[in-house]
Each structure stands twice: as structure tokens, then as C-alpha cells.
């Protein structure tokens, strides 16, 4: 018999970082694909970037601070803050060089097929010269402030991630002298892509080069030698620690607001710069070279996105796919009918979101409607969860929600959201102590002639109807007495009225939800037999977590197929003969982002499938709240394990890992799968049929009194 | 659109507040005649009241101030919800503090909940109707000899249940959260303490003993958190939502023999609770492990319920009208046990109980009471002439004082000197302005005492004799009068003369004139051979 494999061996993990950096260059490729719309692909390579923010402020600026603080602890590969940094950073500029070039291959096929034509400063004709010099004079110079012009010490507060014109500046009668430095940062407040007179077509300039073409009329009896634009990125990884928060108002406004000061972890700058200007700015910003980004094109390419938001050029975009009504509630006019009769699956973007919202609505203006209660983590501007609250609220009812204060870069957000209803007399919670409210819950109570009905909405995704048409997720709608009870616990818990008192069907993070899926794993394993094998299908955003991937290998050891789609991060190595010999992972890149997450356990026949917030890692496991609820309903549950198989039979978009951490296609087999095309189509079809079923007539007579 | 008015079909809610050593519980429940009962809430907090009470004899402002708070939070989900029944309830915690009575007044005046302090016959009786309904159809009690416990934080309670029916009931002061107090020594070593603990245990397992034939005990029924918690680590995994499972004697010794061994502190990193819990959990387990081992058991039963489990169980069948007839037959043995110690005569007292309970029955309409009611009415016939005991001389006197300082188990406080009452006005004088004790009762209680006392004072009347002569009656109303048609006896002088001296507060409190006659139509209506229930 074989030796027991070391399950702690770094050989058996990939690094939670560079595997990230690998999901990154997976939108990469999507925006790299010829089989991509053109606008499409603008958009992934904006993604790109404002992933890479983000991955910057929070990721790299975490291990910084490690590094500074003297760790060498090595994470579960075997690498110490420093193998990583220099890891992430000859990565990261791989990364950035591939998308500078596709992106001046999509501006060029884009001007081709008759798109936009971004223009290089180079490009200009004396024409559009002309035009953005009186632009620069009448639109862009009364928003400048440029910064100082003699001594740059300290380095000025400049916030992250803006764009930087500097200039490096002599006198006009001493030319000889040594340069003089002045910054003029570019207002973000302007369109990054100015539309410039063009002979056909539309043309765009730049605003940065626009602004470095002329910023040297800010400085009368200079002249300018050198120029470059820069970008910086600060550490925003400044926890909110709220154990003993007097005011968690003010506590976040204050983080928000120190995010200004901290230390710089990335340095962008052109690729032609003045070396003179770049060694300032290194100097200045205390950066080594591995922090240095030469970049040949734009420094913040996140601003394609104003492209991609430009209205028109419909063919060099993907098809509206425009959300369906949910399945289970066609038909039905009634919402609360609906829910009485059977749990409700919402499946969005496919379906729409829109229910969601209604319920809300309704439920404000409901007067048997006595109380409802909801988490918020991410809102939509103007969003009308937050109206339909505020207006419950004000209607007298009972409102309690949970603001989650802590939610990274949405905190100032939802400061003004917290106050707007604790304006309205909702009762506000700011988070729980030293936890994130990852959970997304609904629960609204309403008197009906035959007594309290609770209907509670759970979900993967946030409340917010925005991205809910982004977002691929999954939301659940009953009224089953089970899951209203585990609801009510959960919004006692929340708002102090209780301790957790035991869960009918939920498992929370973090007292109890790792244990509950190794349990499941583990439980798959004991009930598999060779007839029988077991099966475990999992989808979520991020496995990362230790515990669950060596369980997952202990399962493969005995012989369960595991099937993982994994979106982002993927730890786990799959393939390695003996560990995890029987577990595939994939990973789906398409026009919605992937988010829901579902949990499928065969269960020697007795199939079960959890829904949850949660993906597989430890913030999710033991830093946050976050709920693992079942689907119950026999039909929901066939429902949402087809889709399970959907996505593991894609073979357009579906990407499957390597032994050796490579991330390839799946091999074409068979006809082209595209995994979310067709879940798009399946909710197209199912309206459709419910559209064309036969005409029922339906005799209007006197309404029961005992129906509302 | 206006939220419906509740009539008679709509769903009562019913809500219960625990003020216990540990924590303050709530529970919101909905009971319909269709969907049977539905929880809506059940909240529970940590405030160590038993902390104080036990330690220092009264309640400090701090607990008292937590409560309060927690209180409020539950006033509010109660109101959220417009409860219209709340039965806000303390133990031991608060029935032992020397400022017990300005606690239930903070209360009443924080919250606006009437705070009702259990004594323990009530408290085991709530219990032991949990489990009674828990173990229906797991576990048969009316052939076994069968002892239930509940280790609480501040006493054990035990109830004997012998083929069903309670025998015994007692209170011991073995708490968890009491043992705790006692024996906090934190320089002790864990094994020196352990052993004071099981020491001190042990002694009081033997008094146990000299009032409790535990050595005839078949089944032991273990209730309470830390019972739960030993069934759900010594048991299969299986779903927690198992409400009734079985302790096995050894792997209850290993494991209370693994956990003595554990300081609190590793207890709770080994088992992820709260350290305010596992502080509990050797003493409780100790107590539970003495009481297992003076039994010939050799496994117990533990059941997930709880007093407030019971409590709610009562408010539904308040809210159903229906009766606990477990209950009904535990409180009439309870009183004729007493009536055995005073030397009742038994066939009297149960013959004029059950004439009693039928013109209780005939007279619905008028007097308008509970089924409550009926039960006291039969506890106070059970014992009206257990004054006897003392002297013949005003034994109706005696009879209630006796009464009045016996505990009668089911039986709040309360509803004993309603009971006692009763009693006392089977003869002579009506209820007087005079009588002090009579006017400390509240208004309700006393309109109950007049009108059941009237049905007693001529139920009694009915066997004068003490011959149980009378056997079948039936009833007529007519103008101002009340006949009872008496069948099968020739000579009514005695019952007809007594009648007419007993009936006066019948006519004062109904407005009508008994009168016994003799029923000689043969073609009478086929009526019950005897008037029992």
C-alpha cells in the first residue's frame, strides 16, 4: 500500500496570490480573444487593470506590511512574503506588457472595423491641435491645481490611483540650470477621452496627454525639459478595527480618510520617461524597482471603461441578453402567492433581479406588513432597496437593517446609506464586532388572516440591482417555517436580542460552517462504494482555505470524483496522482462574473445542494457572517444541478487546471458549450413556453375574504 | 386595508420570558386550531443573575441592570409582533434573592411585564408536562417507575412519576451555577475540586434517598442544557433535532471522567462553547453522574425540553380551552395525599368532589369559570374536612390553614389559597368583609371563592350522611329556583333539610333557591349512572 501522502506538503498548494494573478490573466485572455467583440474586449482589459488595483491596494500593500514588520512565515506553498512580492511583481509585469500591446491591437482593429480611433499625441493633426489647445485652456485649466514647483518635500499628498503630469522645469533665460520640479495632477473630474474634430468617424485624445502637452502654460518663465505622466497606488489595507469602536461612523470616515497618507506599493510610469523624472519619483515615493511599472500606453487603462459605456457601436458588442422573469414565479401575479406555493429559485442575470426589488416595494406599502429585516453589504447608488426601506420604515413598521460598514471601498458609501435610514427611524446596525456581515438575508414579516407568515430571501449576492445584472448569482425566496425561524435567529443574533440558539437548516460563519463542510466531505467520502461512487460538485468565486482543500484531498484519495468550478482564486492542485487523482477544477471567464456559489453533494443518492456567501476561504470562514442555507425544493434542486453540469460541460469559455498551475481551454468536444449562453437561453425558452401556453380562461368572481 | 381583526379561528400568539440563573430566554410562539403551534422567535442571553443570589443572598443593580436591558430587547420583539399573552417567568435565581420583590417591580415598571416567580412544584410540574408531551410515543410512562431530572443553575429539581402519575416532587439546591459559587477556589487544583464537588454531591444524593425510593426507579429522564450536551457527545452524529436520546452509563462516565479532568478554559477551546458555559458543565454533569449512579439504571434518557417548553404548552391549551388531563389526575393525587396525612375520609371527600364537579358542570352558564377552576374546586372538596385533623371544633378553620400552607403540586401559590378557600366556606359563615384573609385575595379570586364555595357548601349538603346516598340527580331551573330531581333515594329529610341551611350563599352568589326533590317520573330521561366526570 502506498505511503500516506504529507497533505501538508507546499508542493500539494499553489500560492493564493500568484494563483489570483493567474485569474487575472485569464480576463486578460478574454480580452486578448479574437472570438470576443471588440467592445468587450476594451472592457476585460479594463478589468484587468481595475483588478490589479485593487489586488495592489489590498494584496501586495498586506505582504508589504508583513515584510516591513520582519514575517518570514511561509504561506502553505512554501514562499515568505518576500518570494512572493518579487513573484507577483516579474508576474504582474509580464501581465502589463501583454495587455499594452492588446490593447494597441484592439484600438487598431477598432479603428478598422469602423470604432472609435484613440489617438497618441503623436497622432494629432494640426486640426485637433488646434482644438485641444482652446479645450485645454477653456475646460481643463480652470479644474487644474498644479502642486508646487520649487521643493517637493515632503512628496505631496497625492490620493491613489489618479494620473500625474510632472514636469521637470528650467528657467527660460538659464537653460543650463538644474531642473525645477512642479506635479499637476489630472482632474478625474473631466472624460478621460476627449472627442477631437475628425475628417470621418470618431476620434479621441487623451486626457493626460492633453494635459502634459500644455501644463507647462501653468509656469510663466519656465520652460518645460522634461515630462511624465504617473500613477501611484497606496496601501489601502487599513483595517477598520471595531472591537471597541465608541462611534463606528466615525471610525470608518477616519480610515477612509487616512487612506490618503499610506505608503505607496506601485509606481507607474511611461516607458519612454525621462530617467532623471523617474529616479525623483522613485526617491519620492519609496518604492524599489520591482514596484516600478513601465508602461508602454495608457497608465490607467481601467478608463476604457468610458469607452465601452459609450453608447453605439452595437455590432462590436455581444447581444443584449435582457433578464427573463424568474421561471417560478411566471404567472403568477401574486408574489406572495407565489412564495406561499412553493419556493422560488432567482437565477440572475438570467432572470431578473427586478422581484426582488418588488417585494421590497410591496412590502413597504403592505399594511399587514409588520416588520422586515435586511442585510446590506453593497447597494447601488440611488439604489431603491434603500427607498423601499426608508419608505417602510416611515409607513411604521418595523425596519431593522444591518449596513455593512466595513464592506473595502464601499465605506464611505455606506456611511450616507446608514444615516439616510437612520433618518427614516430604521433601526441601523452598523456590523458586528470584528466580523464582516457577509450574509446577504431578507426576511419580511406580514399578519395574514391565518397568522404570521415570515418570507425570507437568501442569497449568494448582494442587494444591489446594478450588478445583479453583472453578476452571475442566486437567490432563494420561501415562506418554509424552517428556514423564517433560522432567519429570525440570524436577525436576533445580528441585533444583540440573542446568543445563536441552533439553526434549523442554516450553518453559520464563522462558529460553524468549515466544520459543516468537511462534515459533507467527509460524510461523501464514508457513503461512496464502487458501484456508487460519490460526487461532490462545487462552484464558487475562491478556494483557498487549507482545512477544505486537504479534505477535498482526502475524498479524491478515496475515490470521489470532485468537480470544482472555480472562478478566481484555486489553491488546491488537482491532478496529482494519489492527492487529488480524481479532482478536476475549471474555471469560467464570460461576459457576467461569475459569483454565485453552490455546493452539491451526491450523498449516496440522497442528493443535497447548499447555496451560499461564502466562498472557501478562510476570511469567509472565520471572519465573516455568512449563511450556507440548502434548496430543499426537489425541483430547484434538479434545477440548479443541471446547471452545476452546464458549466462543467462548457467548452468555449471553460478554462481547466493544470498539475503544473496552468490554466488551458478545455479541449472541443462535441458541440460548443457556452455555459452561460445557455443558461441565458433556458430562461428565454422557459418564458417563452409560458408565454405561448395555452389560453386558460380564468372567470373573475367576488374575492374570497379570505384572500387579501 | 386594515390587518385583520383576530376572531376566533385566527392564530393566538403566545409569548414566554425565562428569567433563569444562566440566561434570559424568550420564546414567541403562534397556535392555531389548524397549523398547531409555530415558533416565531426564541431568543436567548447570557446575565448570571444566580451569580449574585447564590453567592450573596440578593440581586446586584449591575444583574439586575442586564436584565432589565435584555427585557426590554424582548418587550420589543413581543410588541413587534403584538403578543397577546406573555407569561414573563423567574426561578431560582430570583426566588431566592432577598430583593426579589423590587426585581419583579423594575421589571413591571421598565417593561410593563408581570413577572411571575415560580416555586418549584410549579417549575417541576411545567417540566415534567414538557416531557410528558416530548416522550409520547418514544418512551411509555404509565408502566414504568420513572424519575425526572433537571440540573438548572441554581437547584436540581426532581419528580417522581410512578405509572404516570407524580408521587413526588422536590427541590435540592445542587445547581450548576450554585456548585460553581460554592466551590469557585481558582488556586484549587481541577482534581481537588472535582472531588469536594462530587463530595458535596454525594451527600445530598443520600438525602435524596431517605425521601425518594431511588433504588425503585426503572427510567431516569435527564432535562436540562448540560444533559443536552452530554447525549449530543456521547450519542451517534446524527441530527441534533432528535428531541428524546440515550445516555449510556459508560460513555456518560467517560465522558464526565474526560471532562472533570478539563479546567473550563480547555473545556471551551476543546468544544468551541462559551467559557460562561463550560464552567457549568463538570458540576452539572456531576450531579447527573451521582443521581445515574444511586438508580438501578443503567443508561438515561435525555429529553430537549424545557420548563418554558411546558409553560408554552400551557398557554396553548389556555388558548385551545383544552385541559392536560395528566395534569388534572397529578393535582387530585396530590391532594389526596395530603387528605391521607390529615385522615380525610376518602369516600366523602371524593363523592362530594364529584357532586360537586357536576353542578360545576350544570351551572357553566352562570358562574362562567375555567376549567382551572373546576380543578380547585376539586382539590377543595378532596380536603374540606381535612381541619378534622386538629379538632372538630370550626375544623372548616382548620381545614384551611392546613390547606393554605400545603403544597400542592401543580398548583401555583395563588390558586392553593384559592383553594383553601373554598374549603373554609364549606360551612358556617359566608365569605365575611371581616375575614382578613379573604380580602388580601384579589378581586377575581375572591368572586371565584364565592361561587365556588356556594356549589361545595350544597354539593356537601348532598351526603350529609356521609352515606353517598345521593348517586343521580338532575337539574331543573324554574323561576328563581334550582331543583335537583334526586333519583334511587327514598328519604331525602336529611340532604333536603342541610341543603336549605347550606344554600344561602348559593342564592346570595346565583340568584336562585336550591331545592332537593325526590325525581319519580319513570319516564326520566336515561341519565348517567353516577354523577362522576
Not at chain 1, 490620493?159 to 506635479?183: D, F, M, R, S, W
Not at chain 1, 460538485?537 to 484531498?553: T, W
Not at chain 2, 473545556?267 to 438508580?295: M, N
Amino acid at each position: 500500500m502506498a505511503k500516506e501522502p504529507d497533505l501538508d506538503s507546499p508542493e500539494l498548494f499553489f500560492n493564493r496570490e500568484l494563483s489570483w494573478l493567474e485569474f487575472n490573466d485569464r480576463v486578460l485572455r478574454e480580452g486578448l480573444s479574437d472570438d470576443v467583440p471588440l467592445v468587450e474586449r476594451l472592457k476585460f482589459l479594463a478589468i484587468v487593470s481595475s483588478n490589479l488595483d485593487e489586488f495592489f491596494m489590498v494584496r501586495v500593500a498586506g505582504l508589504k506590511q508583513q515584510l516591513a514588520a520582519g514575517g518570514t512565515a511561509r504561506d502553505p506553498s512554501g514562499l515568505t512574503p518576500a518570494e512572493q512580492l518579487a513573484r507577483i511583481s516579474r508576474r504582474a509585469h509580464k501581465m502589463l506588457a501583454e495587455q499594452s500591446v492588446g490593447i494597441r491591437d484592439a484600438f487598431a482593429q477598432l479603428a478598422a472595423a469602423g470604432g472609435p480611433r484613440v489617438l497618441s499625441a503623436g497622432d494629432w493633426t494640426a486640426e485637433q491641435r488646434g482644438f485641444l489647445r482652446s479645450y485645454f485652456a477653456s475646460e481643463i485649466l480652470p479644474v487644474l491645481t498644479p502642486l508646487a514647483v520649487e521643493e517637493l518635500q515632503p512628496f505631496p499628498i497625492l490620493p491613489g490611483l489618479g494620473l500625474n503630469v510632472l514636469l521637470g522645469l528650467t528657467p527660460a533665460e538659464q537653460p543650463g540650470e538644474p531642473l525645477k520640479l512642479a506635479v499637476v495632477p489630472v482632474p478625474s473630474s473631466l472624460a478621460r477621452f476627449i472627442p477631437v474634430p475628425a475628417q470621418e468617424g470618431l476620434h479621441l485624445a487623451v486626457l493626460e496627454d492633453v494635459v502634459a502637452e500644455h501644463a507647462g502654460q501653468l509656469f510663466a518663465g519656465f520652460e518645460v525639459a522634461a515630462r511624465a505622466v504617473f500613477r501611484i497606488t497606496r496601501d489601502a489595507d487599513v483595517p477598520v478595527t471595531d472591537d471597541d469602536a465608541a462611534d463606528l461612523l466615525q471610525l470608518v470616515e477616519d480610515v477612509v480618510r487616512s487612506r490618503r497618507r499610506q505608503a505607496v506599493v506601485r509606481l507607474a510610469v511611461p516607458a519612454n520617461a525621462d530617467a532623471r523624472l523617474v529616479q525623483w519619483l522613485k526617491d519620492w515615493c519609496q518604492v524599489a524597482d520591482d514596484d516600478v511599472y513601465e508602461v508602454d500606453g495608457l497608465l490607467d487603462a481601467a478608463a476604457l471603461y468610458e469607452i465601452v459605456n459609450r453608447p453605439g457601436f452595437e455590432r462590436l458588442r455581444e447581444p443584449d441578453w435582457p433578464p427573463q422573469t424568474p421561471r417560478d414565479l411566471l404567472g403568477h401575479d401574486d408574489l406572495w402567492q407565489a412564495i406561499q406555493d412553493h419556493d422560488v429559485l432567482l437565477f440572475h442575470p438570467y432572470e431578473a433581479f427586478e422581484p426582488i426589488v418588488r417585494l421590497l416595494g410591496l412590502a413597504a406599502d403592505d399594511a399587514r406588513v409588520i416588520a422586515i429585516k435586511m442585510t446590506l453589504y453593497r447597494v447601488s447608488a440611488d439604489s431603491p432597496v434603500v427607498a423601499a426601506l426608508a419608505r417602510a420604515s416611515e409607513k411604521g413598521k418595523q425596519v431593522t437593517v444591518l449596513v455593512e460598514l466595513k464592506a473595502r471601498f464601499d465605506e464611505a458609501r455606506n456611511v450616507n446609506w446608514a444615516r439616510r435610514l437612520e433618518d427614516a427611524g430604521c433601526h441601523v446596525i452598523y456590523g458586528i464586532a470584528g466580523l464582516k456581515t457577509h450574509a446577504k438575508l431578507l426576511l419580511v414579516i406580514r399578519r395574514e388572516e391565518h397568522g404570521i407568515r415570515r418570507y425570507v430571501h437568501a442569497a449568494t449576492g448582494n442587494y444591489n440591482d446594478r450588478t445583479a445584472r453583472l453578476y452571475s448569482d442566486i437567490g432563494l425566496l420561501t415562506a418554509e417555517r424552517d428556514f423564517a425561524a433560522d432567519a429570525s435567529a440570524f436577525f436576533n443574533l445580528l441585533t444583540g436580542y440573542s446568543q445563536a440558539v441552533g439553526w434549523n437548516v442554516f450553518a453559520i460563519s464563522p462558529t460553524e460552517s468549515r466544520a459543516r463542510f468537511i462534515e459533507l466531505i467527509e460524510r461523501e467520502a464514508a457513503a461512496s462504494t464502487p458501484d456508487q461512487p460519490g460526487l461532490i460538485m462545487a462552484k464558487m468565486n475562491s478556494l483557498q482555505d487549507k482545512a477544505l482543500i486537504q479534505a477535498l484531498y482526502r475524498a479524491s484519495t478515496a475515490g470521489i470524483r470532485i468537480l470544482l468550478n472555480v472562478r478566481g482564486i484555486c489553491c488546491l492542485r488537482p491532478g496529482v496522482e494519489g492527492v487529488s487523482g480524481n479532482i478536476e477544477v475549471v474555471s469560467i471567464v464570460d461576459r457576467f462574473l461569475e459569483h454565485a456559489r453552490v455546493f452539491y453533494f451526491r450523498n449516496g443518492g440522497h442528493d443535497e445542494l447548499y447555496l451560499s456567501s461564502a466562498d472557501w476561504m478562510v476570511r469567509n470562514l472565520d471572519k465573516r457572517l455568512e449563511i450556507i442555507f440548502p434548496v430543499t425544493a426537489e425541483a430547484l434542486r434538479a434545477r440548479l444541478i443541471g446547471a452545476l453540469e452546464t458549466y462543467f460541460a462548457d467548452n468555449v469559455k471553460a478554462r481547466r487546471l493544470r498539475p503544473d498551475g496552468a490554466w488551458v481551454p478545455v479541449r472541443r468536444r462535441g458541440n460548443p458549450v457556452r455555459a452561460q449562453q445557455k443558461l441565458y437561453e433556458e430562461a428565454v425558452e422557459a418564458a417563452r413556453a409560458a408565454d405561448q401556453a395555452p389560453l386558460q380562461f380564468r372567470p373573475l368572481t367576488r374575492p374570497d375574504e379570505a384572500q387579501p | 386595508m386594515s390587518a385583520p381583526q383576530s376572531d376566533a379561528s385566527a392564530p393566538k400568539l403566545v409569548g414566554v420570558v425565562d428569567i433563569g440563573a444562566n440566561s434570559i430566554r424568550m420564546v414567541i410562539a403562534q397556535v392555531g386550531a389548524d397549523r398547531g403551534m409555530e415558533v416565531l422567535e426564541r431568543t436567548q442571553r447570557a446575565v448570571r443573575l444566580g451569580h449574585d443570589t447564590f453567592a450573596r443572598g440578593r440581586l446586584s443593580q449591575r444583574a439586575m441592570g442586564a436584565a432589565l436591558t435584555v427585557l426590554r430587547d424582548c418587550k420589543k420583539l413581543l410588541d413587534g409582533y403584538k403578543v397577546e399573552s406573555v407569561r414573563a417567568v423567574a426561578t431560582s435565581a430570583v426566588r431566592e434573592a432577598a430583593n426579589a420583590d423590587a426585581f419583579v417591580d423594575r421589571v413591571a415598571m421598565a417593561t410593563g411585564l408581570d413577572l411571575e416567580v415560580l416555586d418549584p412544584p410549579e417549575e417541576s410540574r411545567l417540566t415534567v408536562s414538557a416531557v410528558r408531551q416530548a416522550v409520547h410515543g418514544i418512551l411509555d410512562l404509565s408502566n414504568t417507575c420513572a424519575l425526572v431530572a433537571e440540573v438548572g443553575g441554581g437547584s436540581t429539581l426532581l419528580t417522581l412519576l410512578d405509572r404516570g402519575i407524580i408521587t413526588a416532587s422536590a427541590s435540592y439546591a445542587l445547581g450548576s451555577v450554585r456548585l460553581r459559587e460554592h466551590l469557585a477556589m481558582p488556586q484549587e487544583p481541577q482534581a481537588r475540586a472535582v472531588d469536594l464537588l462530587r463530595h458535596q454531591i454525594a451527600n445530598v444524593v443520600e438525602a435524596i434517598k431517605r425521601s425518594m425510593p431511588l433504588d425503585r426507579v426503572q427510567s431516569l429522564v435527564a432535562v436540562g442544557e448540560e444533559a443536552h450536551f452530554a447525549a449530543q457527545q456521547t450519542g451517534q452524529r446524527g441530527p441534533s433535532a432528535e428531541v428524546v436520546s440515550v445516555v449510556e452509563i459508560k460513555a456518560f462516565d467517560r465522558l464526565v471522567a474526560d471532562c472533570a479532568r478539563l479546567t473550563a478554559e480547555k473545556l471551551s477551546k476543546k468544544y468551541g462553547l462559551p467559557l460562561q458555559s463550560t464552567e457549568r458543565l463538570v458540576p452539572a454533569f456531576l450531579v447527573y453522574h451521582g443521581l445515574l449512579h444511586a438508580t438501578p439504571v443503567d443508561r438515561m434518557a435525555v429529553c430537549d425540553v424545557s420548563m418554558r417548553d411546558g409553560l408554552l404548552l400551557d398557554m396553548v391549551r389556555r388558548a385551545t380551552g383544552e385541559d392536560d388531563p395528566e395534569l388534572v389526575e397529578s393535582v387530585a393525587q396530590s391532594a389526596r395525599t395530603i387528605g391521607e396525612k390529615y385522615r380525610y375520609d376518602p369516600r366523602h371527600a371524593e363523592h362530594v368532589g364529584d357532586l360537586a364537579i357536576r353542578l360545576f358542570d350544570e351551572l357553566q352558564r352562570e358562574h362562567g369559570l375555567t376549567p382551572r377552576h373546576r380543578l380547585l374546586l376539586r382539590v377543595a372538596a378532596t380536603l374540606h374536612e381535612v381541619g378534622g385533623f386538629v379538632s372538630n371544633r370550626a375544623h372548616h378553620k382548620h381545614s384551611y390553614y392546613l390547606i393554605a400552607n400545603s403544597e400542592i403540586f401543580g398548583l401555583r401559590r395563588e390558586e392553593v389559597q384559592v383553594a383553601a378557600h373554598v374549603a373554609r366556606y364549606h360551612r358556617r359563615a359566608v365569605p365575611k368583609p371581616t375575614h382578613i384573609e379573604f380580602l388580601t385575595l384579589p378581586r377575581e379570586d375572591r368572586i371565584a371563592v364565592n361561587k365556588l364555595a356556594a356549589i361545595l357548601r350544597v354539593a356537601d349538603a348532598l351526603d350529609r350522611g356521609h352515606a353517598q346516598q345521593v348517586r343521580d340527580f338532575h337539574v331543573e331551573r324554574r323561576q328563581g329556583e334550582l331543583v335537583l330531581y334526586v333519583r334511587g333515594v327514598s328519604d331525602l329529610t336529611l340532604e333536603r333539610r342541610a341543603t336549605e341551611e347550606k344554600g344561602d350563599l348559593f342564592e346570595d352568589t346565583y340568584g336562585l333557591k336550591v331545592r332537593v326533590e325526590e325525581d319519580v317520573s319513570p319516564a326520566a330521561e336515561p341519565r348517567r349512572a353516577s354523577p362522576v366526570e
